[in-house]
T-cell receptor
């Protein structure tokens, strides 16, 4: 089954403790992206990757890092999380402009 | 600047009634348009998309949308809704390969 898998689904952490949210896709897509979803703001792009070792900032990249060492994986790294990064995060992969496949989401709470 | 405006944050409707969720976009380039649905505690699922061709696009679950270039709109419609259509709906467009630009979402609440 074609899918995007994110882990964990839920995460509660403390301010400043580094964390990684993993994302993996099995569709051989070159393009992957991370979004955060906040009430009333819709989804905003954090980072995207056009291919292995090619990443670029989206609209809200501050406080986040990504890496793309393999085509299937695109982890999101929060080096020093802060409460304003409490949000619902989605990973997506796609092919051209024909739409994305989204993961099930990671609900992160930073206290 | 490119943007998407969903004109209603919440739409309450009774079961079996018709519904329209409104979406306007702002872009100076050709766009590709999408509607996604998010059921509670789930990710986003593609409902339908407009890339080119016929301006009336049919999607899954009985939804359809009409692309209107002169009004820069892409409204989503369903002639008769079900309780199971209760969800949040996002309009999005892409002016290029790199990103989808999303609206703020419309929460559709279907009541018995």
């Amino acid at each position: 089954e074609a899918q995007v898998t994110q882990n964990p689904r839920y995460l509660i952490t403390v301010t400043g403790k580094k964390l990684t949210v993993t994302c993996s896709q099995n569709m051989n897509h070159e393009y992957m992206s991370w979004y955060r979803q906040d009430p009333g703001l819709g989804l905003r792009q954090i980072y995207y990757s056009m291919n292995v070792e090619v990443t670029d900032k989206g609209d809200v990249p501050e406080g986040y890092k990504v890496s793309r060492k393999e085509k299937r994986n695109f982890p999101l790294i929060l080096e020093s999380p802060s409460p304003n990064q409490t949000s619902l995060y989605f990973c997506a992969s796609g092919q051209g402009v024909r739409g994305y496949t989204f993961g099930s989401g990671t609900r992160l709470t930073v206290v | 600047a490119q943007s998407v405006t969903q004109l209603d944050s919440q739409v309450p409707v009774f079961e079996e009634a018709p519904v329209e969720l409104r979406c306007n976009y702002s872009s100076s380039v050709s766009v590709y348009l999408f509607w996604y649905v998010q059921y509670p505690n789930q990710g986003l699922q593609l409902l339908l998309k407009y890339l080119s061709g016929s301006t009336l696009v049919k999607g899954i679950n009985g939804f359809e949308a009409e692309f209107n270039k002169s009004q820069t709109s892409f409204h989503l419609r369903k002639p008769s809704v079900h309780i199971s259509d209760t969800a949040e709906y996002f309009c999005a467009f892409s002016g290029g390969y790199n990103k989808l630009i999303f609206g703020a979402g419309t929460r559709l609440a279907v009541h018995p």
